[in-house]
């Protein structure tokens, strides 16, 4: 390939759209509204599982793209969450304990190892060709995922229920009510056009290739000075690997908490204060939790650029613990942050954080562990994602708090009649305990040093 930027132009074409795996809090009061013998957790179900297969897609394909390539992986990726989201437009068919099994099977567990299986190919390919901007191409390489809920949010709220495309709250066009279910369709279809289309971009360099002009600086050494790649098993010998996997799902469960549950965390602070609400006032703090859905993507999508030249420029060990103190910080503020502007900050804050561990991650694992078995090795410390995929959202589901009942009223022919019950949650214990465990894997941080390799006291 002459120009290895077209490598970074598949890689953010793939990711924007795997990047939709976000937006679950646009679809998660619409569920309930269909299915109201769902409860908190049930509708949160999906979210979780989805992160998990998300993950454990990750540690087989990485796997098998160090053997046979990233084009055929990724094509396989795109298929599958194709499949995964057109299976899932049937859920209204099914009575809602049936629904909730058939949409966590085909959304969840078919989407998630599709997500997985597509996600690691960009990023393998991006570390080969881009070893003297490890940092920052990572970054632009998962940057995409982080920017696809910014696209992806307000067409799935569009979508559902009719309306305006918005972005930054301005109507841009129009577009056809398609219904709840019908919109998994349209996703789906869509993701196999662009996930199929940027595949055809991946293909590894050739063996030993460094780009034009770059000396490497230095190389992941053991003791006795040789170059070292570490395979899967080695990794897993050295307390590094432990002690980064353990950060990051800590990092990871913190920040899913709060991009996989925005809208309905901010549905509950706008209606605490209240008993009863009329159907517009509802239609408003809908729009401004989808605003807030997309807003949180801007800044992951910038956190992952920003962070992965940080890291470049100072160093990885740094470039964590400035995030998982910033993080933890703002996780303990957010229960006084009510006012829309201030949530947005407080939200957009931890986007950020939560991004920049999504490019670090990647970075540090070559660091650390070589390129040879990059693919396996990225899989497995990625699984921490997943781990925090699952424990992230099941405490903000877990530890919440009924507050309120607030009662939503419709206007229709000059009468006001009651049409649904919205229960209002009290998240402040789980961002509390977020916030605290992240201020302690910043303080285990100060311990991390490269495998192998004595430092400088």
Known sequence: MKNRWWVVFGAIIIQI??????????????????????????????????????????????????KIGPRPVALAGGLLLAAGLMLASLTGHFEPAKALSWLTLTYSVLGGLGIGTAYVCPIATCVKWFPDKRGLITGLAVAGFGAGAFFFAPLAKALIDGGYYQLFGKNLFPLPAAGLFNTFLIFGLIFLVTIIGGAFFLKNPEPGYRPAGWNPAKEVTAAGGQKVNFSPSRMFRSWQFWLLWFVFLIGCGGGLMIIMKAAPIWQSVALSSL????????????????????????????????????????????????????????????????????????????????????????????????????????????????????????????????????????????????????????????FLLAGALCLAAAAALLLLKQPGVEENQ
């Open 275 to 430: 008993k009863e609400a009329g159907s517009m006032r509802l239609e408003q703090i809908a729009s401004a939790g989808a605003l807030a859905v997309s807003i949180l993507a801007i800044f992951n999508s910038l956190g992952r650029i920003i962070w992965g030249k940080i890291s470049d420029l100072s160093s990885r060990k740094s470039t964590l613990l400035a995030i998982f103190f910033i993080e933890g910080l703002t996780m303990l503020l957010l229960p006084q942050m009510k006012a829309f502007s201030i949530f947005l900050t407080g939200i957009s804050m931890i986007g950020l954080c939560f991004g920049g561990l999504l490019a670090v991650l990647p970075a540090i694992t070559a660091d650390f562990f070589g390129t040879e078995h990059y693919g396996a090795n990225y899989g497995w410390m990625f699984s921490a994602y997943g781990a925090g995929g699952i424990l992230g959202p099941y405490l903000a589901a877990r530890l919440m708090k009924t507050s309120a009942i607030v009662k939503i009223r419709q206007f229709q022919a000059g009468q006001e009649n009651p049409v649904q019950t919205i229960v209002v949650g009290d998240y402040r214990l789980a």
């Open 17 to 66: 759209s795997l990047g939709a795996v976000y937006i679950w809090s646009v679809f998660q009061t619409p569920l309930l509204a269909h299915f109201p013998a769902w409860n908190e957790r049930q509708v949160t179900l999906p979210a979780q599982i989805i992160l998990a297969c998300f993950a454990l897609g990750v540690i087989i394909a990485g796997r098998i793209q160090d």
